[in-house]
């Protein structure tokens, strides 16, 4: 039988990474800060940080977290904000302390944030004050011990900082009432910290650098050990990828996915680190007339999103009287990029939707099209440098080319394990390194990858995981049902939709107060938008909801989506 796997990257491209060029993540920091020190490196609301800027925040916001609050390394630092200049000072200054970062999406309810937060041990937490109502609910039942707020304008120039941390919170009262005590603000943080010194500690491959939360099959919410090691490698690896597309110190990329997503956190922020460029984050995307507006004020080289964010731009009134002629690439992640999208993004801009592949446990990229690519293809690409991919039977048996298996991934950019879940770990990543991804694929003979089904049940929603047994759990707890499955729907605004089939305990159970209760306990983007009421579920003989059954019941016309996708345009 024919092997399949194989190591491969785009003909002209480099064949190979030096995943030792730095030895983790501040490292690569501190080189870049040092070679661009004059250079914009984030912009914000009309504010820049400069590299030098960055360095000195960051160090100040390290030397505090050390000194002033004594964690040491291997603590668990969470960062719960949205896209802004306070995002990349936090956690680079955890990092250079030698601390893990555990991003939190600002989205979460206090359910879902209890447990990243008990699960992860974090000992402190940064926080925008607009969400530290939530926190507060459940602050007793963590190992949080100290609170950093910070608000939106913090680190604008003064007077605007001000005006606008007084709209937010007093014209627009986007900041609930919350009580926490002994809570320190940010900016006094960093002013503290300016007055201590930071010792540096020593930081290799095999350190810990975040807790990247996924949910995986089992619904509960694990978290990815993502090493210096992972992060270095992936970061050299996107940039070997576009070498010679990429001009050090000259790209501009636009940064409309959070931060606090694997995607956003090392195609955005970190490879433009290692190259010199700049960041031009947005706070709130969803406000598509102004996204436009942003959008006319910068001459941007680079942009990422989900294809909902695509298929808003291409929509929204003003996007063609933008001037794209600086446009190099534009990349779109978490969720498939759908063809009719990628057809009208390249007649509206002249670039050519490349699609590619990763994971939160790959941190992230394993594959991408090569950059020549001339027409929007439907495969995942080639493998990046230093990545072998496998198409393997339930066995574990490698399957011929053209024959579709589950694909398997080794490389240097593979997370270390689960946080404190040996088992899941096992069930995923074997002794010599591979790791079953659970996505259906076939590789051709030039080793190009197309995905042809899922072995998972997630349902992606504007590029957000959702796990049907979180779901499930959520709604089963209501004293109202008796059984719900959970299944993803075809969607025109977010690819897909949560749908729910529930078996009424409670005949008078209606599904507007079903959804206002999951509104309760799970993030927006999760609550089902469609509930059906059923008499009974299909099941296995034991006793198992089929939720491909209900998947056919519902929606037979509708396939399953395709997995988490990672699509680069040039």
């Not at 990349?331 to 590619?356: N, P």
Request: aromatic share 6%; net charge neutral; glycine share 8%.
């Amino acid at each position: 039988m024919e092997k399949v796997w194989l190591k491969s990257y785009p003909p002209g491209m480099a064949a190979e990474i030096d995943p030792h060029e730095f030895s983790s993540l501040p490292d690569l920091l501190e080189i870049s800060c040092r070679r661009f020190r004059s250079r914009p490196a984030y912009s914000n609301m009309g504010a820049t940080l400069r590299y030098a800027d960055v360095d000195q925040l960051s160090l100040n916001f390290a030397a505090w977290l050390q000194q002033g609050l004594g964690l040491q390394k291997g603590d668990r630092v969470a960062v719960m904000l949205p896209n802004l200049l306070q995002h990349p000072v936090a956690t680079l200054g955890a990092l250079r302390a030698g601390l893990i970062v555990v991003n939190v999406n600002p989205l979460y309810t206090p359910r879902e944030l209890q447990h990243q937060l008990a699960d992860s041990g974090a000992q402190a937490i940064v926080i925008l004050e607009n969400f530290a109502h939530v926190l507060a609910q459940v602050l007793a039942n963590t190992k949080v011990r100290k609170v950093i707020i910070t608000r939106m304008g913090d680190l604008l120039p003064f007077p605007k900082s001000t005006l606008i941390n007084m709209i937010v919170k007093h014209v627009k009262r986007l900041v609930p009432s919350y009580a926490i005590a002994d809570a320190v603000e940010f900016t006094r943080a960093l002013q503290l910290g300016a007055g201590l010194t930071l010792q540096r500690p020593a930081l290799g491959h095999d350190d810990i650098a975040f807790l990247q939360y996924t949910g995986g099959t089992t619904g509960v919410a694990k978290g990815a050990m993502l090493s210096h090691g992972n992060m270095v490698a992936n970061t050299l690896q996107a940039e070997a990828w576009f070498e010679g597309v990429l001009k050090e110190g000259e790209e501009v990329v636009i940064t409309a996915l959070p931060l606090y997503h694997i995607f956003a956190l090392t195609a955005n922020s970190l490879l433009f680190i290692k190259i010199g460029g700049l960041n031009h984050l947005i706070t709130n995307p969803r406000d598509m007339p102004g996204f436009i507006k942003e959008l006319s004020r910068v001459r941007f080289t680079f942009i990422t999103g989900v294809n909902t964010l695509y298929n808003g731009l291409l929509n929204t009134p003003g996007f063609e009287r933008l001037d794209l002629s600086s446009l190099k690439l534009a990349i779109g992640g978490g969720m498939a990029v759908q063809s009719a999208v990628a057809e009208r993004w390249h007649r509206a801009t002249g670039v050519v939707l490349l699609e590619g592949y990763g994971l939160t446990e790959t941190a992230p990229v394993v594959c991408i099209n090569p950059v020549d690519m001339k027409q929007f293809s439907g495969c995942i690409g080639l493998p990046v440098a230093a990545t072998e991919v496998s198409i393997r039977d339930d066995a574990g048996n490698e399957l011929p080319f053209g024959e579709p298996g589950e694909l398997c991934v080794r490389g240097p950019q593979v997370m270390k394990a689960y946080w404190n879940q040996p088992e899941e770990t096992r069930r995923v990543l074997s002794e010599d390194g591979w790791l079953r991804t659970g996505d259906i694929a076939t590789i051709d003979e030039r080793g190009f990858v197309r995905i042809v089904d899922r072995k998972k049940d997630m349902i992606l929603v504007s590029g957000f995981n959702v796990y049907p047994n979180e779901i499930e759990a959520v709604v089963a707890a209501h004293p109202g049902v008796l059984e719900v499955g959970a299944i993803g729907v075809l969607d025109g605004a977010c690819g897909e939709a949560v749908k729910i089939c529930v078996v009424r305990k409670d005949p008078g159970l209606t599904a507007e107060a079903l959804r206002a209760y999951c509104k309760q306990q799970l993030a927006a983007y999760k609550v089902p938008k469609h509930i059906e009421f059923r008499d009974e579920l299909p099941k296995s003989t034991v006793g198992k909801i089929l939720r491909r059954a209900l998947r056919e019941q519902v929606a037979p016309a509708a396939p399953p989506a395709a997995p988490a996708t990672l699509t680069v345009a040039r």
